[in-house]
């Protein structure tokens, strides 16, 4: 997988076509992404991961280079149920699943409520826990009819702070241009409020209270100057699930596969292999 990024298979899921693709050889690992983002921040960790797993990555329902549609359920219930629904058509018996940001709770929702069985779990940034979504999500969860009829030149430069918002380092060029296209132009627009405004914290709500019943080798993983998902969420995430191992990485954002990819991508190996300890200089 490089930078490049393209997803070349697709899936007839619930919701429309949802783009996916698979690398690598070993023991399979799902990677599922968050908002408002698409599988294009896992490029950097994935080629790293496929020289020990067999990676699975997809665009979630809506987003990315997934069809978008009106009347499109892009719930996270619906993630839930699309990834579900992924795993079966991959015949995936137990993988390894890791979910960051919205892509935390789909994993969430697939484990608990669609009942997949995972190997292991990696949260990173997950959301999770109550409270959540920046002050702009709320803003435009509350005023997307408003948001959604500005001028397309204002709409690109909101997208574009947007996306670039959580991040610590300098993202390389391209990388802004390429997490904000897929919002852009009159359907990705609509796409974008969307997703912003069928998501709420019941959907999180209805597996906070079932996190204790998690039963496989859970880790969480935070960038420790998180500006959406405060570090101490992560902590009290990894203290309701039983014996899971949490890890704050330092100088790292939101964004984590972006600001420290190298670490992101050596904790997971370490943790999917049952590998010892944590990363030098990573908060335990």
Do not use: C
């Given at each position: ?93 137990s993988p390894h699943v890791v979910g960051h940001d919205f892509g935390g709770a789909v994993a969430l929702r697939a484990l608990l409520v669609e009942q997949r ?156 292999t049952d590998g010892a300890g944590p990363v030098a200089g990573i908060d335990g």
């Amino acid at each position: 997988m490089t930078a490049d990024w393209e997803l070349t298979r697709s899936f007839d899921s619930e919701q429309g076509e949802v783009r996916w693709d698979v690398r690598g050889q070993g023991p399979p690992v799902v990677l599922v992404h968050g908002t408002p983002f698409s599988s294009f921040v896992w490029h950097e960790v994935a080629r790293a991961l496929a020289h020990r797993f067999t990676v699975y990555a997809y665009d979630l329902a809506g987003y990315g280079s997934s069809a978008q549609h009106d009347g499109q359920d892009v719930s996270l219930a619906a993630q839930g149920r699309v990834l579900a629904a992924l795993l079966d058509h991959w015949g995936l018996d137990s993988p390894h699943v890791v979910g960051h940001d919205f892509g935390g709770a789909v994993a969430l929702r697939a484990l608990l409520v669609e009942q997949r069985p995972y190997a292991r779990l990696a949260l990173l940034d997950a959301v999770a826990l109550a409270p959540w979504g920046t002050g702009f999500f709320q803003l435009a969860s509350d005023h997307a009819d408003t948001l959604n009829q500005l001028p397309d030149p204002v709409h690109e430069g909101l997208v574009r702070g947007y996306v670039g918002w959580p991040m610590q380092s300098r993202p390389a060029p391209g990388v802004v241009d390429r997490l904000a296209a897929p919002w852009l132009g009159e359907r990705g627009k609509a796409a974008l409020y969307r997703q912003i405004t069928q998501n709420d914290q019941r959907w999180t709500e209805e597996v906070e209270q079932r996190l204790d019943e998690i039963a496989i080798p859970t880790l969480v993983l935070w960038g420790e100057e998180d500006q959406w998902l405060p570090a101490e969420q992560g902590r009290e995430l990894a203290a309701r699930i039983p014996d899971a191992r949490f890890r704050a990485i330092p100088d790292a954002d939101h964004l984590v596969q972006f600001d420290a990819p190298a670490i992101v991508a050596v904790e997971l190996t370490a943790f999917l292999t049952d590998g010892a300890g944590p990363v030098a200089g990573i908060d335990g």
